[in-house]
């Protein structure tokens, strides 16, 4: 009788609009080498100065450098939801003339936001609302004047693979031409099976028929090229955010 309701058929509503109000924390972690475009991509996506890219006005400015793991938070808000955005800017690989271990210090900050969420966790008198500093995304930056994974590639992306969700972008790939970026494209999914590095979306057994064939349409286009700058054009009297190159 109604007398047995308890009621916790309402409890992911509950749950929900819970969530909504407190918003939530996504947090990006930028992995690659340095002039990869890395900072100037954050800034475009986010069109503000989220993180300073090392983009040069003139060639006697000095290059800006990100030269430590920075984290920047901002809040962003859509349609009453709030997403507190902490995108994590690294400095690039490459700038040594030994890259040997070049990636462990962005491990150990993934793995130390890991062990700082649990230990948070755990305390008996818990916080109510535990600040998620957890890397949730990484996207990693291939070279695009590489003719595909380089051995450091495949080191680091093995170690980024086993401690977060890794994405991998083909960075500038306007210095490419559409059929070297098919061909490039190719060669970094047959190499990422050949080293079994396995990179998002991972397929679930909890996937339903529609999440199966998204994830595989998006699968289908990694790595995805992307294209930063922190330039306005004027197109025909409209600005727009875009590279300006002798083809177009
Ligand atoms: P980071 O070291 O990876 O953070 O690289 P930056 O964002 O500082 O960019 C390095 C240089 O590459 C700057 O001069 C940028 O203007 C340029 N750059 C950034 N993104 C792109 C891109 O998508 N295409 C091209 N052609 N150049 C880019
Ligand atoms: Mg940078």
Redesign the pocket.
């Known amino acids: 009788d109604s007398q047995d309701y308890v009621g916790f058929d309402t409890i992911t509503q509950q749950m929900e609009r819970k969530f909504l109000k407190r918003g939530f924390n996504f947090n990006v972690i930028l992995v ?1 080498e ?8 954050v800034n475009s996506i986010f069109s503000s100065h989220l993180v300073d ?4 006005r003139t060639a006697q400015e000095v290059i800006r450098k ?1 030269t430590e793991i920075s984290p920047v938070t901002q809040t962003l808000e859509e349609n009453g939801v709030r997403v507190r955005l902490t995108i994590i ?1 690294t400095p ?1 690989f490459g700038d040594q003339c030994n890259n040997e271990g070049c990636w462990v210090p962005v491990i150990k900050y993934i793995k130390d936001q890991h062990a700082a969420y649990l230990e948070r966790e755990l305390k008996p008198q818990r916080d109510r609302v535990i600040n998620d500093t957890r890397v949730h995304a990484c996207l990693y ?1 291939l070279n695009p004047g590489s003719r595909g994974l380089r051995p450091l590639d495949v080191e680091v992306l093995k170690r980024l693979t086993e401690v977060t969700n890794v994405i991998p972008v083909i ?5 490419m031409t559409v059929e070297e970026r098919t061909v490039f494209k190719r060669r970094i999914k047959e190499e990422l099976v050949f080293h079994r590095i396995a990179v998002y979306p991972y397929p679930s057994e909890e996937d339903g028929e529609e999440d199966r064939l998204l994830n595989s349409s998006i699968r289908d286009l990694v790595p995805f090229a ?5 330039e306005i054009i004027d197109v025909n009297g409209t600005p727009v955010r875009g ?1 300006r190159h002798g083809w177009g």
């Not at 890219?53 to 040069?56: E, N, P, V």
């Not at 960075?171 to 210095?175: E, P, V």
């Open positions: 690659g340095s002039g990869m475009g890395k900072s100037t991509l890219s090392q983009g040069r990100t800017d690039g930056f960075a500038k790939s306007d210095s992307v294209v930063g700058s922190e590279r």
